[in-house]
């Protein structure tokens, strides 16, 4: 018993990659043949109307390659002007950075001002020195004092009190 070709089979006897032992049974069987011709006929058709729709005047064709030409230009100097601007800013970045210095140099300070200034720095840690507490913990030496002075006026009246 032959079995008839299935829709699978049938797309590939239209595309004639049918394998061998279902050809026979297509070459055997009328109903197969009527229903894959069936398949064929709006493929053909369809082919035939491509084929006439491409089946154009040298004029057409003419005017596809002079309109295709343009554009092929046109984005060829697009891409001509983005390199050109690129490298123009590319060109004032670095005549930019090559250019510029600082325009005011600090002063260097003269001799007589050094002296000065060290003479201000060797006070200022002359008195450094000579404070008993360093500044940071100059108002709890303050409140030491205070504590201090307070504690003897106390003594002292414990003991005139005995």
């Known amino acids: 018993m032959n079995i008839h070709l299935n829709p699978e089979e049938m797309a590939d006897a239209t595309l004639g990659l049918l394998q061998a032992d279902r050809v026979a049974h297509l070459e055997g069987c009328a109903e197969c043949r009527t229903r894959t011709a069936g398949f064929r006929a709006p493929l053909e058709q369809w082919r035939d109307d491509a084929r006439v729709a491409a089946v154009q005047p040298d004029s057409f064709w003419a005017r596809q390659r002079a309109v295709i030409s343009v554009r092929l230009h046109e984005r060829s100097f697009d891409r001509g002007i983005r390199f050109v601007w690129a490298g123009a800013v590319a060109a004032l970045v670095l005549a930019a950075a090559l250019s510029w210095s600082p325009t005011t140099k600090p002063a260097e300070p003269s001799a007589a001002q050094n002296e000065q200034q060290d003479e201000i720095l060797l006070e200022n840690m002359q008195v450094a020195l000579e404070r008993e507490a360093p500044l940071a913990l100059q108002p ?16 002292r009246s414990r003991q005139g009190a005995r």
Do not use: C, G, P
């Open 140 to 155: 709890a030496e303050v409140l030491t004092k205070e504590m201090t002075r307070a504690r003897n006026v106390s003594n």
